[in-house]
């Protein structure tokens, strides 16, 4: 007998924080798409003395995001659409951007059975 999950192979979820430009703090919010893993695949990417590499691990599960105002189109000067490349350019561009998008990703993975969970509900 075969048994399939009903949750979707691909889950959206926010990212957003506050980073500074010149003098001034410029709050950020946008939305990525990424390959959901496993309980299985989570232990091994975040087990400790995993040498698993950040940016390669995003590279690999995120494939899309929407919303995001961060890294623009050198030619046009408008958001860049997803791709490889300007994902590199956020994650490179912005420090600590790696571990804001992994921390929101984890947290999307995780059950949402907290008390702010059910009030978004």
Not at 13 to 42: C, N, T, W
Not at 68 to 90: E, I, K, N
């Amino acid at each position: 007998m075969a048994f399939k999950l009903t949750v979707a192979d691909v889950l959206e979820f926010q990212v957003k924080g506050s980073v500074r430009s010149a003098d001034a703090l410029v709050p950020f919010s946008f939305h990525m798409q990424a390959d959901r893993i496993d309980a299985a695949e989570y232990r091994n990417v975040f087990a400790d003395g995993s040498e698993i590499i950040t940016r390669d691990f995003l590279q690999e599960h995120v494939k899309g995001w929407r919303g995001q105002r961060l890294v623009v189109d050198d030619a046009t000067g408008q958001p860049a659409d997803y791709s490889p490349d300007a994902l590199d350019a956020l994650l490179v561009g912005v420090v600590g951007m790696e571990a804001t998008v992994l921390a929101a990703y984890v947290q999307a993975l995780q059950i949402g059975d907290t008390a702010a969970g059910r009030a978004k509900n």
